[in-house]
T-cell receptor, first 112, second 114 residues
Framework: AQSVTQPDIHITVSEGASLELRCNYS??????LFWYVQSPGQGLQLLLK??????LVQGIKGFEAEFKRSQSSFNLRKPSVHWSDAAEYFC??????????FGAGTILRVKS | DAEITQSPRHKITETGRQVTLACHQT?????MFWYRQDLGHGLRLIHY???????NKGEVSDGYSVSRSNTEDLPLTLESAASSQTSVYFC?????????????FGEGSRLTVL
């Protein structure tokens, strides 16, 4: 079965520092990949998605992600983190039938 | 604005009780999904529906059921609640045509089974 792995359960970065959250997917045809963010007590919001084409995709809130087929990765990045970015981030892959398979999530803490 | 709403937002129940979580969307989306969120597991798919009268089992469907009598609603029922079903439940919907993948999520229902 297709799967998504987020190796880091927690990450702490200083405000203003750069951020990279890791995501790996299991081997398969060109995957449809997503990053969602969940603020405390809220539902999930789509940050960005990759279907095909340019491997560097831009999203909302200053986030970007790069698809690397050779590494089976789709890492999320932001050049300068703000305190409001503290949240849980989920990588997901689309399965047949428009179903999403989620990674376990990475909790981002931002220290001032 | 179109939206997706879940109720109740918080529920405490006892083992063995029947519980129904409501999900209502106003986007007229054909696809609706129920996920549960547990620490260390991310979101796991419980049941989903591609349209009226269509329901399908997901990864963790045991102990849960859904019904789809109209486009807007997909209630999730726990027939006999168990402590292992203590979780946060999210309903989501998406358009039915093409590969869009973008799910729109409700704000979640936190269920505690004592």
């Amino acid at each position: 079965a297709q799967s998504v792995t987020q190796p880091d359960i927690h990450i702490t970065v200083s405000e203003g520092a750069s951020l990279e959250l890791r995501c790996n997917y299991s081997y398969g045809a060109t995957p449809y990949l997503f990053w969602y963010v969940q603020s405390p007590g809220q539902g999930l919001q789509l940050l960005l998605k990759y279907f095909s084409g340019d491997t560097l995709v831009q999203g909302i809130k200053g986030f970007e992600a790069e698809f690397k087929r050779s590494q089976s990765s789709f890492n999320l990045r932001k050049p300068s983190v703000h305190w409001s970015d503290a949240a849980e981030y989920f990588c997901a892959r689309l399965e047949y039938g428009n179903k999403l398979v989620f990674g376990a999530g990475t909790i981002l803490r931002v220290k001032s | 604005d179109a939206e997706i709403t879940q109720s109740p937002r918080h529920k405490i129940t006892e083992t063995g009780r029947q519980v129904t979580l409501a999900c209502h969307q106003t986007w007229n989306h054909n696809n609706m999904f129920w996920y549960r969120q547990d620490l260390g597991h991310g979101l796991r798919l419980i049941h989903y529906s591609y349209g009226v009268q269509d329901t399908n089992k997901g990864e963790v469907s045991d102990g849960y059921s859904v019904s789809r009598s109209n486009t807007e609603d997909l209630p999730l029922t726990l027939e006999s609640a168990a402590s292992s079903q203590t979780s946060v439940y999210f309903c989501a919907s998406s358009e039915g045509t093409g590969v869009t993948g973008e799910l729109f999520f409700g704000e979640g229902s936190r269920l505690t089974v004592l």
